[in-house]
Every structure is written in C-alpha cells, then in structure tokens.
C-alpha cells in the first residue's frame, strides 16, 4: 500500500520504519495534512495522521478524489477528523486506541508535583548558586481531594497513582468503573466534583458537550486556588476564562499539555520567531502555570506501541479484517 505520513518527525520516522518500511511505500512529509498540503496525497491509498493535522470535509473530499481509501491516525483522538463527512465519501478512520495510558497519566502527575513543589525554579535557582528556598512553598497532596473527570483507560490510571499519594479521589463519567469504585473512588455529578476538588484533572475526549467544559461559570464553581490539569486536548479550557480566573487569583496552578490553539505552535522550535499568539503569551507570563508542549504521551513504549498498531491497522485494512476496537466511524461517536 502506498502511505503518506504527515507531521513527520524523527522519532515518528525512526519507529514507524521499523514497521512499516518492508511491507508498504512509505513517503515521509514535515508538512500537517491540511487544505493547503492535500495536493501530496495524490496517488496514495492511505494517510498517517497525527493530533494537528486537519482532516475537515473539505480535505477529505479532496483525498477521496486522489485515491486515498484510508485514514490512520497515529493517535487515540480523533477530534480532528470530520467522521461525517468521511462516511460520506467511504473512507476508513482507524486509530491507535491506546498506546501508553501510562505516560499520560504519570505526565499529569508531574505537572502536579512541579507546579506544587516547584522544582523547576529550584532547578534554576541551584544552577545559579542561589541556594535560597524563600517562596518554593508547596502543599502535601496527602489529604488532598483530586476530582478527575474522565475515568477510562488514562483517568483510572491517574487516579490510582493519586490514590498512592494518600488523596481522596472524586470523579465524574457517565460510565462507572466498579473496579475504581472498590477502591474507595467516589463518583459524582460534574458539579460536585467542580466544588470540592484541590486539584482537578481532566482526562475525558473533545466532543461537542465537552468543549470549553471549563469557562468562566465553572471556573467560579471551583475552590479558590484550586490546581486544574489538562493532559487531554485543548479546547476542553476556555482560554480566555482561564486567563482572567488566574489573573483574579482564583485559579491557583494550571498544569496543560495541551493548549486550544497549539495546532500552530507544539511540535515546532519557534525560539527565534516572535509569537504571535498573545494568549499563550500571556500563559507564559503566569509563575503557577506550567506548559509542556503535547509530550505526555512521549516515551519509548508509547512511540513503538503507536507503530506497532499503525502498521497492523493498515495491514488489517489490506487483509479486509479490521479490528473493530481500532475503528472510528460517525455512527459510534454519533449515535
Ligand atoms: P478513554 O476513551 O479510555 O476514556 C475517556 C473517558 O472519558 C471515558 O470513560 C468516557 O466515558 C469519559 N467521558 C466522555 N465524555 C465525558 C464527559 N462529558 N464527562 C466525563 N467523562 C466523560 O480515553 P483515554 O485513552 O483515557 O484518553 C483520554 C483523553 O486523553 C483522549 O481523549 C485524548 O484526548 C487525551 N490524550 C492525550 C495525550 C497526550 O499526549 N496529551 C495522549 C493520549 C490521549
């Protein structure tokens, strides 16, 4: 099969070889998959995608037309692809459900423990012969209540690591996981779990009902300087609200691995080019807010286990005998 793979890096190219290069025509591009780029995809039968390229009506249309039969996403979500609109023109949507529910959740945790114990400043500080610990004040999490919203494969884990800290762990989902619940996890509505988390970390997918989950109004719901989480995509967090509850001292930390606008900024080294997104700008200038760049799934694991599962999809795709699980179509997510 002939496959363009978009948004290369090294490390996608250096795992996806290992897999990919002796059965099928690999073509490597820098470039996302966009309305801009889809001229590259004529003549292949398939794309590899990954978190920012944009696989809207339009692209796929136009994929459709070059002969693409098939989308697989290098990635569990797929808030990126218009499922609608792939239905329509009979492409097949396969992702990597899961690669390492791991390294996100144990990336969550290390926003919460830099953001709270500040060993970043601390790291700085000693570098520069400045052995001071005035204001590196942090808080036990023992005791501490951690709301998490999502409880599949990422939250669980999350919430197992933080039940180790000695924390009391609330959640909300609509699916409850009795194995959780054994283990002392409360499950609540949202609100609830809105007003009596310290910490909140968000771990469910981007859909219409969970876009901008955190707004203005929700915000105001939570504790004064409570600490937010946001491993799971960006437009989860209205931006803007989270940017004036920081500036009123009621958000207390932010921890984000993703941001609502990083299609034009994560995976790319933009230190000698001005910014012109003056909201992350403005995130950058908050001391309790901490901003890694869509890395908490970046481990050895995760990158072979994507591989892995990217080239079975695809051969599945050429056998006819694709694993369902690894299937996102419009009438799953849609009802
Ligand atoms: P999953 O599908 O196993 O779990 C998601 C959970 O969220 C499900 O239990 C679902 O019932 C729940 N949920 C859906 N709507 C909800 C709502 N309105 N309120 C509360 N819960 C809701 O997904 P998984 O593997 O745990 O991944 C979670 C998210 O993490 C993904 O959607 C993806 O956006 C993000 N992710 C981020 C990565 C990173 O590198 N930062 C890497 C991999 C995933």
Sequence with gaps: MKVAVFSTKSYDREYLDKYLQEKHTVEYFESALKQRTVGLTNGFDAVCVFVNDTLDAEVIKRISENG????????????????????????????????????????????????????????????????????????????????????????????????GFGCQIIAHDAYINADLEKQGVQYMDMETVFKQSDILSLHCPLTPETHHMINAESLLKMKKGVMLINTSRGKLIDTNAAIQSLKDGHLGYMGLDVYEQEEALFFKDLSEIIIRDDKIARLMTFHNVLITAHQAYFTDNALDQIAKTTCKNIDDFCAGSIQKENEVTAERVLG
């Design 68 to 163: 693409v039969r098939l989308i697989v996403l290098r990635c569990a979500g797929f808030n990126n692809v218009d499922l609608e609109a792939a239905r329509e023109y009979g492409m097949r949507v396969l992702r990597v459900p899961a690669y390492s529910p791991h390294a996100v959740a144990e990336h969550a945790v290390a926003l919460i423990m830099t953001l709270n114990r500040k060993t970043h400043k601390a790291y700085n500080r000693v570098r520069e012969g400045n052995f001071s610990i005035e204001r590196l004040t942090g808080f036990e999490l023992s005791g501490k209540t951690v709301g998490v919203i999502g409880t599949g494969r990422i939250g669980k884990i999350f919430a197992e690591i933080m039940r």
